[in-house]
């Protein structure tokens, strides 16, 4: 059996390090490479699915899997060897289903988008686009009928956020939509809140050494890891040894190169801290999306804009931008930071509203694939649905339906899940991360982040996905997913913010 299981790892590793090859030319499509390479590069990436593709439905690796089914069921549940066994299983199972001559046209297709969007959102034309995404919706509901399920969006949903189903976000979404507005309203009815401060001249050489110290300092590991600059910030990885971030950055808002490295460095302590054991094996990989999303949203959000986090590094902050932030006390910095205001774009988003940005596209990928919208309607749905959720709304397509890359660069379905459940599951893992370890916020405040960095490597990161999503939540918070920690973060940090009862 264990010559066996070493026959399987062996076949693994190859599939793992075919993906990384493909994640290298993703990074380098989305970073350094000249648009006239994008026809290429989208057929080099279809060469890579296509080989990958074969290499993971590999009848050999059905044959070991068959072979090994007695042997995984005698090892502990909790065992390594245990966890590959099942994994790839899984994995298996659901890549048989899909020929491989589809899937490496349609990532063929989707690289030539995301070329395209590109140059569509810089255009502010969304009919640059149309046709492409007509055709990505097309592959999408092909994707899906390849397996059984009980509405089109689930097989796309399983696939980053396994056991999600629609049937049971779309209440879990209802039911956070309703104690999200009467906070939201409350805070609208009282005055805005002076951002002005973070709206001045902040030079790019200045910001990009200030967060490259904030991030290390959190401990994001450069020896293991790059940051540079793209369209639209991400995070990815070429092996456990390797694991990239990016952003992007604006002279006229310091926030947003900073909080999106701090988000994509969330992400990035993620994959840097599981196990080294795990390379080359489908563990090697977060448990799920929406735990994945909670990690950058915990350092984004409930570390990256406390105020014990700028207690310590706003005297740094008004040492590089001196002219800019001499004159503004640390209370007036941290609640410009937080201000709760409807806004056109997600990722500007506050933590109140984020979540309502994110309902309005999950809503419209269901309408999409269910075929209740068409995708030259889609601006307009999209504008209709600002304007009733959020209380605001643009002509411009390059702030609406044109601002994220995912349905330009991936399936339609299946992503924007993840990024509500990263917010609910950050307050989940934060709450318990605190009962262990009670002093975590003033050592965030004295600028020492080991211990809770540490709790998270302990109890969460190590692991990948050797545990289910639904396991791992368990087994690290003690309890189910639960959208109460949430609440109540949120609830008592903008509650003294805005001095609401």
């Not at 289903?97 to 690289?111: C, D, I, K």
């Not at 410009?336 to 984020?354: G, M």
């Not at 307050?427 to 009670?438: C, I, M, S, W």
Request: overall charge negative; aromatic content about 12%; charged content about 25%.
């Amino acid at each position: 059996m264990q010559d066996k299981l070493k026959e399987l790892k062996s076949y693994l590793s190859e599939v793992y390090d075919l993906n990384n090859i493909s994640a290298l030319l993703n990074w380098d499509q989305n970073t350094f490479m000249p648009k006239g390479g994008a026809t290429a590069r989208g057929r080099q990436l279809g060469l890579m699915e296509k080989i990958a593709h074969e290499k993971k439905t590999d009848r050999e690796i059905g044959r070991l899997l068959d072979e090994l089914a007695s042997y995984e069921k005698s090892l502990p549940v909790d065992s390594q060897d245990a966890a590959v066994i099942r994994v790839a299983r899984r994995q298996y199972e659901k890549a048989v289903q899909v020929p491989a001559s589809f899937m490496a046209e349609m990532v063929s297709h989707l690289t030539d988008t995301y070329q395209v969007w590109v140059e569509a959102r810089s255009a502010n034309d969304f009919t640059k686009v149309q046709s492409y995404l007509e055709k990505t919706l097309d592959y999408s509901r092909q994707y899906a009928e390849y397996f059984p399920h009980e509405h089109i969006a689930d097989p796309l949903i399983d696939d980053s956020d396994e056991g999600m189903t629609v049937e049971v976000l779309r209440p879990l979404f209802s039911d956070l939509r309703k104690q999200l507005v009467p906070l939201v309203k409350a805070i609208a009815e009282q005055d805005p809140v002076d951002d002005s401060c973070l709206k001045k001249h902040f030079p790019e050489q200045e910001q990009w050494k200030f967060g490259l110290d904030v991030i290390r300092q959190l401990g994001y590991d450069f020896d293991r890891g790059r940051l540079d600059k793209t369209h639209h910030p991400f995070m990815t990885k070429f092996s456990l040894g390797d694991v990239r971030i990016t952003t992007r950055v604006k002279e006229n808002n310091m926030t947003e190169a900073l909080f999106s490295s701090i988000h994509e460095t969330g992400h990035a302590l993620y994959e840097q801290g599981i196990s080294m054991n795990f390379e080359g094996t489908p563990l090697a990989q977060g448990a799920s999306s929406g735990v994945h999303e909670s990690q950058s949203r915990l350092w984004e959000n409930i570390v990256g804009r406390s105020y014990g986090f700028w207690k310590h590094f706003y005297p740094k902050l008004q040492a590089t931008f001196p002219e800019q932030f001499r004159r503004v006390s640390l209370d007036t910095f941290y609640r410009a930071i937080n201000k709760v205001e409807p806004s056109l774009i997600r990722t500007d988003a506050d933590e109140l509203t984020y979540n309502l940005h994110v309902m309005i596209r999950f809503d419209l990928e269901l309408d999409l694939l269910e075929g209740r919208l068409a995708v030259k309607d889609l601006p307009e749905a999209w504008r209709e649905r600002y304007k009733s959720d959020i209380g605001v709304f643009d002509p411009k397509d390059a702030d609406g339906v044109l601002q994220d890359v995912h349905w330009y660069f991936g399936n339609i379905g299946g992503a924007f899940q993840g990024y509500t459940l990263g917010n609910i599951l950050s307050a989940q893992f934060y709450d318990a991360a605190l009962r262990a370890k009670p002093n975590i916020p003033n050592q965030i405040q004295d600028g020492e982040f080991g211990v809770l960095h540490g709790w998270l490597k302990e109890n969460l990161y190590q692991y990948g996905s050797q545990y289910t999503a639904a396991d791992i939540v368990k087994r690290a918070t003690g309890s189910d997913l639960t959208v109460k920690p949430y609440l109540a973060y949120l609830q008592e940090k903008f509650g003294k913010l805005y001095s609401l009862k």
